[in-house]
C-alpha cells in the first residue's frame, strides 16, 4: 500500500471534492485509490496498491490545487507523460503591483494571451495565485514554459507568438520528416 500526504489551499479543497463529493469519487474511480480529504486541515490523503497511480493521483490533486478545473486536470490521465510543471513567480516580482503586471501578461486581454499559448503548444496552463502550471507532454510544457517565460521577461507579445510559431512549425516539420 502506498501513501502519500499533501496540502491544499483551503480555496480549493471545495474544488477538490466537487458537489457532494463527485469530484473526490470521480478521481478514485478513474485513477483506482482512495482519497482522504480532510478540509479543516487542508490535508489530502491519497492510498493505493499501485505507486504509479498515486503518484499520478497527486499530480492530479496538485493540479486542482494550482487552480486548474477536474476536467483540464483529467488531461494528466491521456498519457503517462503528461506532466505538471508549476512556474513560482514569488522569486520574480518584488511587489504585489509587479506579481500583478506579471499575471496580466501572462493571461493577456480577456486570457487571450493564455490561450494563444495552450493553443500553439497544445497544453492547459493555469495562472493561480503565486505561480503559473502547465500542463502537456514534456516537449509542449517546455515550449510553454519558455513562452510564459519570456512574457515575464518582458519580451513583446508578438515576439513570444512568432517564437510559438516557429516552435509549432519545426514540430510539424520533424513529424513529416518521421514518417516520411
Known amino acids: 500500500m502506498t501513501r502519500q500526504e499533501m496540502k491544499v489551499t483551503a480555496a480549493r479543497i471545495g474544488v477538490l471534492i466537487g458537489k457532494s463529493g463527485s469530484t473526490k469519487r470521480e478521481i478514485e474511480e478513474k485513477i483506482g485509490i482512495a482519497l482522504q480529504i480532510d478540509s479543516e486541515e487542508g490535508t489530502v490523503t491519497i492510498e493505493g496498491e499501485d505507486p ?6 497527486m499530480s492530479v490533486v ?3 490545487n494550482r487552480g486548474f478545473s477536474p ?4 488531461r494528466l490521465l491521456e498519457d503517462e507523460d503528461m506532466m505538471l510543471d ?4 514569488t522569486d520574480l516580482s518584488d511587489t504585489a503591483r509587479h506579481l500583478e503586471r506579471l499575471r496580466g ?5 480577456g486570457g487571450t494571451s493564455r490561450a494563444q499559448i495552450e493553443d500553439m503548444t497544445n497544453t492547459e496552463i493555469s495562472v493561480h495565485g503565486k ?13 510553454a514554459r519558455k513562452a510564459v517565460e519570456m512574457l515575464i ?8 507568438y512568432a517564437f510559438l ?3 509549432k512549425k519545426e514540430a510539424k516539420r520533424e513529424m513529416l520528416e518521421y514518417y516520411s
Open 52 to 57: 504509479v497511480a498515486v503518484m499520478t493521483a
Open 62 to 64: 496538485q493540479a486542482i
Open 71 to 74: 476536467e483540464r486536470a483529467y
Open 86 to 89: 508549476v512556474i513560482d513567480l
Open 105 to 109: 501578461r501572462i493571461i493577456g486581454k
Open 131 to 143: 505561480t503559473v502550471a502547465i500542463i502537456g507532454l514534456p516537449e509542449q510544457s517546455e515550449t
Open 153 to 160: 521577461q518582458g519580451v513583446p507579445h508578438e515576439n513570444v
Open 165 to 167: 510559431d516557429r516552435k
